[in-house]
């Protein structure tokens, strides 16, 4: 799926209000466009005043798809856009033929409170995978959550 340009300036607006540059999750637009040009890859977002409220890339493989980021803008955050987000990435991943969906975060992301209420379930990790911009190393967390049609 290629995205629209003003669906990829919304994406990148989010991008860097929701990502902590201390952790360095964010991605460039140039790692953005060519994952969505590459194929296989696809987006949505959430509109809230009139304004992008957030937005999730995801990329599908086989039955799998992965959640590669899912974000909202701060002031967005606590009013379900992460929710909504997350439930139309499912649905969608669901409709595309997948029967599982991964995503992979950094230990101690608030956000892992919103997957665990969707029942993912923490099946790996990878020691010391992110580096803070103070030197920090820091584990990711590997969740998988399996999907059924109705």
Known sequence: MIAQVDDLDRIMSVMAAAFDPGFGEAWNRRQVEDALVLGKCHYGLAQADGECAG??????????????????????????????????????????????????????????RLYSRYGFKQIGTRPNYYRGTNGQQIDAQTFAFELHGD
């Open 55 to 112: 937005f999730y890339l995801s990329r599908f493989a086989l039955e799998e798809e992965e959640l590669l980021l899912l974000g909202v803008i701060p002031q967005q955050r606590g009013r379900g856009y992460g929710a909504l987000l997350l439930e139309t990435f499912m649905a969608e991943a669901l409709a595309r033929g997948a029967r599982r969906v991964l995503l992979e975060m950094r230990q101690g992301n608030p956000a892992e």
